[in-house]
């Protein structure tokens, strides 16, 4: 059974050929602590209510959202949702033309029952425009998947807030943690010096903005030391700037796959810039390094704007 979102290699052609292919920009694949019914239904529920605050036009009525498939396309718009033969994966895609823009915008939602597990995956992708900036942010389905649904990522509960690591049993659990082979989101760890409280970003703000698709941890000064001694001086947490430590860190690992982010901003002219750049740091990781098209792109849009 495919649940997560794979990018295809189908579309390779269409860049070796100068072609506009299709850009992965946010993908993840989330367990639920809960697996029922229930919790499936809320899901979709939620999916509904995204789609209904963002697009309402195309919405269906309430049998026909109970149907194995539903399409709907209006200028500009389009969305298509499908049930699985036995009814153990539901997925609901929407594509939409950017507004005074050349993209089309493309998310995909799964909500499925694996036989152990609820698993709710959720992919963005926008065609691959040249020269044209790109600004990516994750969808608020995410957030909300995150705030209503029991989710977790290496037996680790995933918040919309950021973890306070003082103490010697925070700072075991933090390290077993990021050292966890079963963790899937990057960890983004945060400390402050001795004298001084800021840690370089808002961290609600940043977990807020990451919920879903990364852990954010604020470090005490004498924890962060002690996490340095422990991986080593090149994975140390350093104040007023970010540590990532992606998936399948250990500390014999490369440096550059773990990076300490340090804020080059204006923060006076941008309070919010640092923020935003790790947010798209995190959105970058959970695609990986692949910028092939992706493959999976079943709704078609006419250039007519909404």
Same mark, same amino acid.
């Given at each position: 059974?495919p649940l997560s979102l794979q990018t295809s290699s189908r579309n390779h052609d269409n860049r070796a050929s100068g072609k506009p292919?299709?850009?992965? +920009? ?39 959202? *109970? ?13 298509? +949702? ?15 033309? *950017? ?12 909500? &499925? ?15 691959? +425009? ?40 925070? %700072? ?17 760890? %945060? ?7 800021? !840690? ?26 002690? +996490? ?16 990532? !430590? ?13 990076? %300490? ?22 959105? &970058? ?6 910028? *092939? ?14």
């Amino acid at each position: 059974m495919p649940l997560s979102l794979q990018t295809s290699s189908r579309n390779h052609d269409n860049r070796a050929s100068g072609k506009p292919g299709v850009r992965n +920009v946010v993908r993840i694949t989330l367990r639920s602590a809960v697996h029922s019914p229930t919790n499936r239904r809320r899901a979709r529920q939620l999916a509904w209510e995204w789609v209904s605050v963002k697009w309402p036009r195309l919405m269906p009525s309430a049998t026909d959202m *109970e149907n194995a498939h539903f399409e709907r396309s209006l200028p500009g718009q389009a969305l298509t +949702v499908s049930t699985s033969g036995n009814g153990s994966v539901w997925t609901l895609a929407v594509a939409h033309n *950017e507004r005074g823009g050349g993209r089309t915008w493309m998310t995909r939602a799964m909500v &499925a029952d694996t036989g152990d597990a609820d698993v709710m995956a959720l992919q963005t992708s926008c065609s691959d +425009v040249a020269n044209s900036p790109l600004v990516v942010a994750p969808p608020r389905l995410l957030g909300a998947w995150v705030e209503r649904l029991e989710l977790q990522d290496g037996g680790v509960a995933v918040l919309g807030e950021a973890r306070d690591v003082n103490d010697p049993a925070q %700072l075991a659990a933090f390290c077993d943690h990021v050292l966890s082979a079963e963790r899937q989101l990057p960890v983004i760890a %945060l400390t402050t010096s001795p004298r001084s409280r800021f !840690y370089g970003v808002d961290p609600r703000g940043l977990a807020e903005a990451v919920r879903g698709l990364a852990h954010v941890a604020c470090l005490a000064p004498d924890v962060a030391s002690a +996490v340095a001694a422990r991986f080593g001086k090149d994975f140390g947490v350093v104040h007023g700037a970010a540590r990532i !430590y992606a998936a399948g860190f250990n500390p014999d690992a490369f440096p550059q796959d773990h990076p %300490l982010i340090r804020d080059t901003s204006s923060r006076a002219q941008d309070p919010g810039a640092f923020r935003r750049l790790l947010c798209q740091k995190v959105c &970058a990781l959970s695609v990986g390094t692949r910028t *092939e098209p992706d493959g999976l792109s079943p709704i078609g849009l006419s250039k007519t704007s909404p």
